[in-house]
């Protein structure tokens, strides 16, 4: 590895330009969301390995094959709905298979392709966990919001991943994570 910077961020070169500083109400905003982002993710996830025994990342793999009728996933679908690589879901496919959360299968369209499926237990944990969680994001977030305060939330959210979206969706999802 060296450490020479990249000369392009995005479509910017980043030798003849110069940098948009942020501004000081700017900056301020910034850094209160990842701080935000941090304790609440991080907040959230204690809760849910002391009442319900998984992490949230289980919970986030969990989620999307409990919506699912037959609660199973192609994997590289999986990893598209979570904003994934395909190497980081392989991995915690193989930590929650071991602990019986899920089973991953081959695909019988197409053998180059895994199916990751929800277990009965795996489904007993999300229904068990569910309640919890949604009551803990409520209490710490949504409680504490006014009705202009969530709508601005939204399109800010909504706007993010608008612009960001496609670009997730180009590079197969490496690096854009999907809500919990």
């Given at each position: 590895?060296t450490?020479?910077?990249?000369?392009t961020?995005?479509a910017?070169n980043t030798?003849?330009a110069?940098p948009?500083?942020l501004?000081e109400?700017?900056?301020?905003?910034w850094?209160a969301?990842?701080?935000?982002n941090?304790?609440?993710?991080?907040?959230?996830?204690?809760?849910?390995?002391?009442d319900?025994g998984?992490?949230?990342v289980?919970f986030?793999?969990l989620v999307p094959?409990?919506?699912?009728p037959?609660?199973s996933m192609?994997?590289r679908d999986l990893?598209?709905?979570?904003?994934?690589e395909?190497?980081?879901?392989?991995?915690?496919v193989?930590r929650?298979e071991?602990?019986?959360l899920?089973?991953?299968r081959?695909?019988?369209?197409?053998?180059?392709?895994?199916?990751?499926?929800l277990?009965?237990?795996g489904r007993?944990t999300i229904?068990?966990?569910?309640?919890?969680h949604v009551?803990s994001v409520?209490?710490?977030?949504f409680?504490?919001l006014?009705?202009?305060q969530?709508?601005?939330?939204t399109?800010v959210?909504e706007?993010?991943?608008?612009r960001l979206?496609?670009?997730?969706?180009?590079s197969?999802?490496?690096?854009c994570s999907?809500p919990i």
């Amino acid at each position: 590895m060296t450490c020479q910077p990249k000369r392009t961020i995005g479509a910017v070169n980043t030798q003849d330009a110069q940098p948009r500083w942020l501004d000081e109400a700017e900056q301020r905003a910034w850094r209160a969301y990842l701080q935000m982002n941090a304790v609440l993710t991080a907040h959230l996830n204690r809760e849910m390995q002391e009442d319900a025994g998984i992490s949230l990342v289980d919970f986030a793999v969990l989620v999307p094959l409990s919506e699912r009728p037959d609660g199973s996933m192609r994997a590289r679908d999986l990893a598209g709905a979570l904003g994934w690589e395909k190497s980081r879901l392989s991995h915690q496919v193989g930590r929650m298979e071991r602990r019986g959360l899920v089973e991953k299968r081959h695909c019988a369209e197409d053998r180059r392709s895994a199916v990751v499926v929800l277990t009965d237990c795996g489904r007993r944990t999300i229904a068990a966990a569910a309640p919890t969680h949604v009551a803990s994001v409520r209490r710490q977030l949504f409680d504490h919001l006014t009705g202009e305060q969530l709508a601005g939330l939204t399109a800010v959210a909504e706007g993010v991943v608008e612009r960001l979206g496609p670009a997730c969706a180009a590079s197969g999802g490496a690096g854009c994570s999907a809500p919990i």
